[in-house]
């Protein structure tokens, strides 16, 4: 048999006749409280699906481009298709995970400071909707790589950036975006596993030309 909770509210007096008026109509009316019972719906928390994430495995991507880098398996390089897109912008894409890191390589000709300028500002964009930025520095002195990553929190389109460059000759900026309408709360275990291949990429990112050099 269902048990069923009734809440009265108002005065004791009128509690009070509630009670005799259900106890004595409860066998008549059982069956449309029961109906109103099967109507009635409680609010539920949001939830998300259970993610099962891929072991991490890395290979070496290497093309004509002037640099090489480690990737995860589960990736695939492709070359940006879009009519503006120069010889080395690239996509590194994540099918499983509906999200694009897209690469834009420049060759540095005395402005650098131009590119720094431009990626500052793109950064910059995702301020209105983030609750914070966290800027890392990157200095791999070995290999001249030097750059900076951007860690935007909150609900912003493209929740983490980077460029790297040698200073002279190279330049290469990096944005990671999600196929969704951004929420922080959903994409958070999926950004924070991408995350870690990101920071492989920057760990075993070379310039092709500087390691000839060495």
């Known amino acids: 048999m ?8 108002g005065s004791p007096m009128k509690k009070y006749c509630c009670i005799i008026f259900f106890s004595f109509s409860f066998l008549i009316f059982s069956p449309s409280c029961n109906s109103d019972e099967e109507s009635t719906f409680a609010p539920k928390p949001s939830s998300y699906f259970r993610i099962t994430f891929p072991e991490k495995k890395y290979i070496k ?9 480690e990737i995860p398996n589960y990736s695939r390089m492709e070359k940006d298709n879009h009519y503006k897109a120069e010889p080395c912008w690239l996509n590194l894409n994540f099918p499983s995970f509906n999200g694009t890191l897209h690469l834009s390589y420049k060759p540095v000709n005395g402005n650098i400071k ?8 793109l950064a910059s964009k995702h301020q209105i909707k983030a609750s914070g930025i966290e800027e890392h520095l990157i200095s791999k002195d070995k290999d001249k790589v030097y750059g900076l990553i951007y860690e935007i929190k909150g609900n912003a389109a493209s929740p983490i950036q980077f ?29 924070e596993f991408i995350k870690k291949d990101i920071y492989q990429f920057i760990s075993t990112f070379e310039w092709k030309n500087e390691r000839e050099a060495s």
């Open 114 to 121: 131009e590119y720094l300028e431009d990626t500052y500002t």
């Open 163 to 191: 460029f790297l460059t040698d200073s002279l000759h190279h330049f290469l900026r990096g944005a990671m975006y999600f196929n969704a309408i951004p929420n922080n709360d959903s994409i958070a275990p999926v950004l």
């Open 2 to 9: 269902r048990s069923i909770i009734v809440t009265f509210r």
């Open 61 to 69: 991507y290497d093309s004509v481009c002037p640099f090489t880098v």
